[in-house]
């Protein structure tokens, strides 16, 4: 069972930052958080991942609360190309990723 | 382009037919996973494999069989299937014990119909 909880969907407008919560109350101190992406039922896109302080990439922001208890993943320009199921996983053991429902993000016009 | 490539894309096979999904991965990665996506369902985590051993399997029915004879290569045997199995057969692999976390990358996957 995954190990973080998420909003089933999300609406935003194009242009506009898309924050995207999860929450992981039952992190431990070493474990990394880690966001991948699914469009169309491809196989998932890595986007980013974190342990403690806060990291940006090309195509993200991943924001960590200080007791990290719960992040945000931020698109800071969404397009209608970042529609997608976006997933936040805690791996159990550090190698077993398992996915939840993830949150459904609409991209609108 | 993510480094796993897996083959065939698509695969249409009969309850009776014995059939391989095969992946592969070029990122120098030494754990490679299968996962199963059925119709509108979350990823189920199916086998783990580290340096050739398997380390997790997760309750998976023996008519799916892996092999695992390097760390750049996985296969899925499959015989005996039901249509029940038909979804979408992903394979990852990632590089685990780095100090920088164990980012695991997927393949395009491979979309199975079992008539």
């Known amino acids: 069972d995954a190990k973080t909880t998420q909003p089933p969907s999300m609406d935003c407008a194009e242009g506009r930052a898309a924050n995207l919560p999860c929450n992981h109350s039952t992190i431990s101190g070493n474990e990394y958080v880690y966001w991948y992406r699914q469009i169309h039922s491809q196989g998932p896109q890595y986007i980013i991942h974190?342990?403690?302080n806060n990291e940006t990439n090309e195509m993200a922001s991943l924001i960590i609360t200080e007791d990290r208890k719960s992040s945000t993943l931020i698109l800071p320009h969404a397009t209608l190309r970042d529609t997608a199921v976006y997933y936040c996983i805690v791996p159990y053991n550090f190698n077993k990723f398992y996915f939840g429902s993830g949150t459904k993000l609409n991209v609108k016009p | 382009e993510t480094g796993v490539t897996q083959t065939p894309r698509h695969l249409v096979m009969g309850m009776t037919n014995k059939k391989s999904l095969k992946c592969e991965q070029h990122l120098g990665h030494n754990a490679m996973y299968w996962y199963k996506q059925s119709a509108k369902k979350p990823l189920e985590l199916m086998f783990v494999?580290?340096?050739?051993?398997?380390?997790e399997n997760n309750s998976v029915p023996s008519r799916f069989s892996p092999e695992c004879p390097n760390s750049s290569h996985l296969f899925l045997h499959l015989h005996t299937l039901q249509p029940e199995d038909s979804a979408l057969y992903l394979c990852?692999?990632?590089?685990?014990?780095?100090?920088?976390?164990?980012?695991?990358?997927f393949g395009e996957g491979s979309w199975l119909t079992v008539v």
């Open positions: 494999y580290n340096f050739k051993e398997q380390t």
């Open positions: 974190g342990l403690k």
């Open positions: 990852a692999s990632s590089r685990p014990g780095q100090p920088s976390g164990n980012t695991i990358y």
